[in-house]
């Protein structure tokens, strides 16, 4: 690989980190979660009827179901998320998220949407790193 490549992907890593620490800093100020947390329910937030096993969501936020059975831990206590086990199989619980989670999730939207809009990537830029990504993804 060559030296270029590899200064690239360390660039978009840190790049990446000081977006997450910045949002995460942001939520949390404000709304009490961490970005990891925001990005488990807006992702719970896409599926049918706002809800998913804790294996399908592992797999759209991409961490182990584990992983992901303790983020949730903390947003069903406050009452953002509910789990129901299910009958057939204890091993396998359905997540849903809860009208206060769909409230929280609306605020948050916009919180980071604004925060988005103030950075300042120009147009040209935008598209020139978006197809960028494209291509390394």
């Given at each position: 690989?060559?030296?270029?490549?590899?200064?690239l992907?360390?660039?978009?890593l840190?790049?990446?980190?000081?977006?997450?620490r910045?949002?995460?800093?942001?939520?949390?100020?404000?709304?009490?979660?961490?970005?990891?947390?925001?990005?488990l329910l807006?992702?719970?937030?896409?599926?049918?009827?706002?809800?998913?096993?804790?294996?399908?969501?592992?797999?759209?936020?991409?961490?182990?179901?584990?992983?992901?059975?303790r983020a949730?831990k903390?947003l069903?206590?406050i009452?953002y998320?509910?789990?129901?086990?299910n009958e057939?199989?204890?091993?396998?619980s359905?997540?849903t998220?809860?009208?206060?989670?769909?409230?929280?999730?609306?605020?948050a939207?916009s919180?980071?949407?604004?925060?988005?809009a103030a950075?300042?990537?120009?147009?040209a830029?935008?598209?020139e790193?978006k197809?960028?990504?494209?291509?390394i993804l």
């Amino acid at each position: 690989m060559s030296q270029k490549k590899t200064e690239l992907v360390f660039s978009l890593l840190a790049a990446s980190s000081k977006i997450e620490r910045r949002f995460d800093r942001i939520l949390s100020n404000v709304r009490g979660i961490s970005f990891t947390e925001y990005f488990l329910l807006k992702r719970l937030s896409s599926q049918a009827n706002n809800a998913a096993t804790r294996v399908d969501l592992a797999a759209l936020v991409h961490l182990t179901p584990s992983a992901v059975t303790r983020a949730l831990k903390p947003l069903e206590k406050i009452g953002y998320v509910r789990s129901k086990k299910n009958e057939r199989d204890a091993r396998q619980s359905l997540a849903t998220l809860t009208t206060a989670g769909s409230e929280l999730l609306s605020d948050a939207d916009s919180m980071l949407s604004d925060e988005i809009a103030a950075m300042s990537i120009s147009t040209a830029n935008q598209k020139e790193l978006k197809a960028l990504l494209d291509g390394i993804l």
